[in-house]
């Protein structure tokens, strides 16, 4: 990076500086595909849907796959007698920032055969968006809520893709985005304002107060009563 | 407004103990709600701030009558944005921040975090150093157990089992005192060994504690295991079944209660966990009652991993020796030149780690803690580190178990999941 480094209190509203790699690479030693029982049966399945595979960490096989063809490959590994990735770990994302693709990680274990897989699919940043799993696993569910939340990726089917950790209407972004810095877009006096001037209502998502069906009327006692009320 | 129809589990049928007196009672079927008094359903709001819902939790409640029709959880109240912060901070200083997520069991939180650095690094910390770790998280492992029983079993209005458990984590709380000077925010880990070494007198300390604890732990046994009023609450309700366990994403107790047998431990040990002698409690009925028995069985089985650490703990020295890992001891910081020049780039720049990415899962008191670091080449910062938090998915679950069961069902369900929320909204 040739721009002398800000320090302190400076750098903190710039967020993470971009790294000087221009490549893509992320992956560590390449390892041998045949090593991983997984590895092996997806790259002679999905020949050609499989990007690329490494190996991690000493013994983490990591396979990346294309993002568009993303269901099929873990319906397969779901399903498959031979593969039964019947516990989905976990569902994040890594933001790399400097414009490179976020990628969506899979870590699944199968409960049957002992065997742990990471599968992760590169989005670029102009079609951030995938098939959700949440119904092949039930799991995915809040944890594809909380990717959508803090990254902005679109999970394609999902049952009820809303905010999770953020406010409903939270409007400054999506918080572990690399270009989201670390105060938050707004200043603190927009912030401040926005605490202050906020609504109860917001507080019950509008489908929650559906769910309770019609709000029941309440007998009206007089005119009086009314005036007094103001049922705003 | 059509009925909705629920199932309801009834509970199992009453056991005679050898005592005479029944084991279980059974749970009496009741009617949903009466066809023909027509009401409306009602919206109630538990929490956000409510001792039954164990932190900042707030449960939104759709009722018939008293029955459950739909639970939906809203979290993020104790959002402090941990992951975002972890970015700007070099691998050590990411320390002080695990032990804040569960306060509950803070060092199994700092031991899984340096553990999936060092995976990363391809660092391999010392013997004792592994054994001291094992020690500390069997140790917090009773820890967050404790807080789970006392809390769980006031819940369902037992008092006596509170004042026990709480007298028992006050004496771990003066363990970690010892060990770290600090209660609950321990930050007793760093990449490559530990902040310090054990204090003397620390192991028998514990060892006090160890010949003690199992006492306390049977009188609570004799309070609530047999008892009428606990079984009558916990028997039937919130179970699930093996599959579904696996398929919502349960671990730890939760799922084992629910008759899998899946350890961490077991399964993928590390620290050399093969070697220890204990055994993994499973459940039967995936209810609050298997999860209760499951928890309190993991409780005897620590404290006899915790005896068997003890016994192993070899000596040597507990931080690795590279000097571009572990920090110089003072001494040799302020009289020798090489060793102030290693103290000095630690500090300043941290430990540079290599490209890649690992994820590291441990078994907490929980459920799998998953810690996941990300780095580019030569980066002293991650560039993504996330944690997979047991209770987050854990919590998940909570509609499908409480549908259909009374909302004093409810608490308890939520009570026997053991969730600490500064841990799901991290």
């Not at chain 1, 199968?110 to 102009?126: A, I």
């Not at chain 2, 500390?136 to 037992?158: N, P």
Request: hydrophobic share 40%.
């Amino acid at each position: 990076m040739t721009a002398k480094k800000k320090s302190g209190l400076d750098a903190v509203d710039d967020g993470p500086q971009a790294s000087d790699a221009t490549e893509v690479g992320q992956g560590g030693s390449s390892g041998d595909p045949n090593a991983h029982v997984s590895v092996k049966g997806l790259i002679e399945k999905f020949p050609d849907a499989v990007v690329r595979h490494c190996v991690n960490a000493g013994d983490q096989h990591v396979v990346w796959v294309d993002p568009t063809r993303s269901m099929e490959i873990l319906t397969w590994l779901k399903d498959d007698a031979s593969q039964l990735y019947d516990m989905m770990t976990d569902v994040t994302a890594i933001d790399y920032g400097g414009g490179r693709p976020v990628n969506v990680v899979y870590q699944m274990f199968s409960t049957t055969h002992k065997h742990s897989l990471r599968v992760r699919c590169e989005l670029p940043l102009d079609v951030m968006e995938i098939a959700s799993v949440a119904n092949l696993w039930k799991c995915a569910d809040w944890l594809e809520r909380e990717v959508y939340d803090l990254f902005g990726v679109n999970f394609v089917g999902h049952p009820d893709l809303r905010r999770i950790l953020m406010p409903q209407d939270y409007a400054e972004g999506h918080p572990l985005r690399k270009d989201f810095p670390l105060r938050g877009r707004f200043s603190r006096a927009e912030q401040t304002r926005r605490a202050l001037n906020q609504e109860v209502d917001r507080f019950y998502v509008p489908d929650l107060l559906e769910h309770a069906g019609e709000p029941q009327e309440v007998p009206e006692v007089g005119a009086h009563a009314t005036d007094v009320g103001g049922n705003t | 407004m059509a009925q909705k129809t629920v199932e309801i589990k009834v509970g199992r049928a009453p056991e005679m103990g050898v005592d005479g007196r029944p084991s279980m009672s059974p749970i009496a079927p009741f009617d949903i709600a009466e066809p023909d008094i027509g009401t409306e359903h009602m919206l109630i709001n538990i929490g956000p701030q409510h001792p039954a819902t164990h932190g900042v939790l707030r449960l939104v409640c759709e009722l018939d009558g008293e029955t459950v029709m739909k639970v939906m959880p809203d979290i993020g109240y104790l959002h402090s944005s941990f992951e975002k912060l972890g970015e700007y901070r070099t691998w050590n200083q990411i320390v002080t921040l695990t032990d804040r997520m569960d306060y509950l069991a803070p060092l199994i939180y700092n031991c899984a975090y340096v553990m999936s650095v060092e995976k990363l690094m391809g660092i391999e910390v010392t013997e004792r150093c592994k054994v001291v770790r094992v020690i500390l998280m069997e140790m917090d492992r009773i820890f967050g157990h404790l807080l789970w029983l006392g809390t769980t079993a006031i819940d369902v209005g037992a008092f006596t089992p509170f004042l026990y458990s709480f007298q028992e984590r006050e004496r771990i709380y003066k363990l970690h005192e010892t060990l770290t000077g600090a209660r609950i925010t321990t930050s007793a880990t760093r990449v490559g060994g530990m902040m310090a070494d054990l204090p003397e007198g620390w192991t028998d300390q514990l060892k006090d504690f160890l010949d003690t604890f199992p006492k306390t732990l049977a009188e609570v046994h004799h309070l609530l295991t047999g008892n009428l009023i606990h079984i009558g609450r916990t028997q039937g309700i919130g179970a699930i079944s093996a599959a579904d366990a696996i398929n919502y994403g349960f671990t730890g107790p939760n799922l084992r209660a629910a008759g899998v047998s899946h350890d961490v431990r077991k399964d993928r040990p590390y620290y050399d966990y093969e070697t220890y002698d204990f055994e993994v409690p499973i459940g039967e009925h995936g209810d609050c009652y298997d999860r209760y028995l499951c928890r309190m069985e993991e409780m005897t089985q620590s404290v006899s991993i915790l005896r068997q650490a003890l016994a192993r703990l070899p000596g040597g020295p507990i931080n690795v020796a590279d000097p571009n890992i572990s920090l110089p001891s003072k001494t040799d910081a302020m009289s020798d030149m090489e060793s102030m020049i290693h103290h000095f780039k630690l500090i300043t720049e941290g430990i540079p780690a290599p490209e890649g990415d690992c994820y590291m899962g441990i078994e907490a008191s929980k459920g799998e803690l998953g810690m996941y670091v990300v780095a580019e080449e030569g980066s002293t910062k991650p560039v993504r580190w996330r944690v997979r938090p047991p209770s987050f998915v854990n919590l998940s679950v909570i509609p499908k178990l409480a549908e259909g069961h009374l909302v004093s069902d409810l608490i308890m369900i939520n009570a026997s999941l053991d969730i600490v929320l500064g841990e799901i909204d991290r």
